[in-house]
């Protein structure tokens, strides 16, 4: 039931902070360490990968371009991140040295599924991540990661790239611990931040929504909507674009900031929307004279941003403030943002916003 939400979208994006403390909580044992279930990876396994993949389509795929940045972060292993679709008919090195990692909400997505045979005959280790226990995926795999995100009904994903988003915090740095690629000090920090996210994502969605509200009004009858970010924000950009046009239909796209003038700009006019992500420390001011360029040329901007830069007040019209955290974590916090962008723009449209046109929840079909 949708217990008095409108949709079951509506009610999905609420229930992400229970689903992400369901997901972290059940993993931490009484001495505060991470324990995986289910994932009988070991130290001398670990020390064998030397090249890891990460393959699923769409929202799925989105998470693991994060989980890529993780794993080269915190295991020092080269990391693809691979559309299921592309990765099948193109030429890979996989050998017992590589490490798959799946990526699938429902654990049935066709594509997926043969993506992770393929890597499986070729004598790869198959990790999965998955929202569904028994899934064919979480059948054919080595290792299975359950998020607890719960049955997730409203075709656009939520609470299951959020929760694919917390598989990956908690992996990369359960198994840097076991090689020893992050340091005691820096796993505990790191987790204790992790155990903070569902109550800042509480507070993110209460102070978010009515602002959400107001962008969706200014967005819902343009031709257009452009997505922009750097790093991990760039891949927040790529989830909110895509959650924006399978409910609203309004053509959208995403770039990473620093290809605009190798020619995307050339779109920007008096008036088009753009969203940016400016999440991440190291390359605010980039990303800040990213914003100055589109501005200058009539866009509308939405800046996303942590609380403190407040001065992005100065050059968008309007600025949605998030709650701190690491810069790792900040995917997770600033993507409701943009689910709610979406889901408001949807309903304001009059769409059937659980059930949008020419999609399936589970793509069983190549
Ligand atoms: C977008 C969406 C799809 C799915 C994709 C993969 O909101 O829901 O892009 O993410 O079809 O589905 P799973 O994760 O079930 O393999």
Redesign the pocket.
Known sequence: SKEGYAHFMLKEIYQQPTAIRDTVERRIDEKGNIVLENISITKEVLEKINKIYIV???????AGLIGKYLFQTFLKVDTIADI?SEFRYSEHNIDENTLVVI???????AD?LQALKDAKEKGARILSI??VVGSS?ARESDDVFYTWAGPEIA????K??TT?LVAFYLMALHFGRLKNTIELTCYEEILNELRTLPEKLQITLSECDKKAKNISETIKDKQSVFYLGRGLDYYTALEGA??LK?ISYIHTEAFPAGELKHGSIALIEEGTPVIAFATQSLIYDKIVSNIKEVKARGAYVVGVTRKKNEDLKEICDEVVLLEESFNIFMPLISVVVAQLISYYTALLKGNDVDKPRN?????TVE
């Open positions: 699923a389509c769409g929202t799925a795929y989105h299921a990526v699938s909400q429902s654990g049935e997505t997926t998955t929202n995926i075709v656009a994903s939520t299951a790239y694919q895509l959650k399978e999609l399936a929840k589970s793509v």
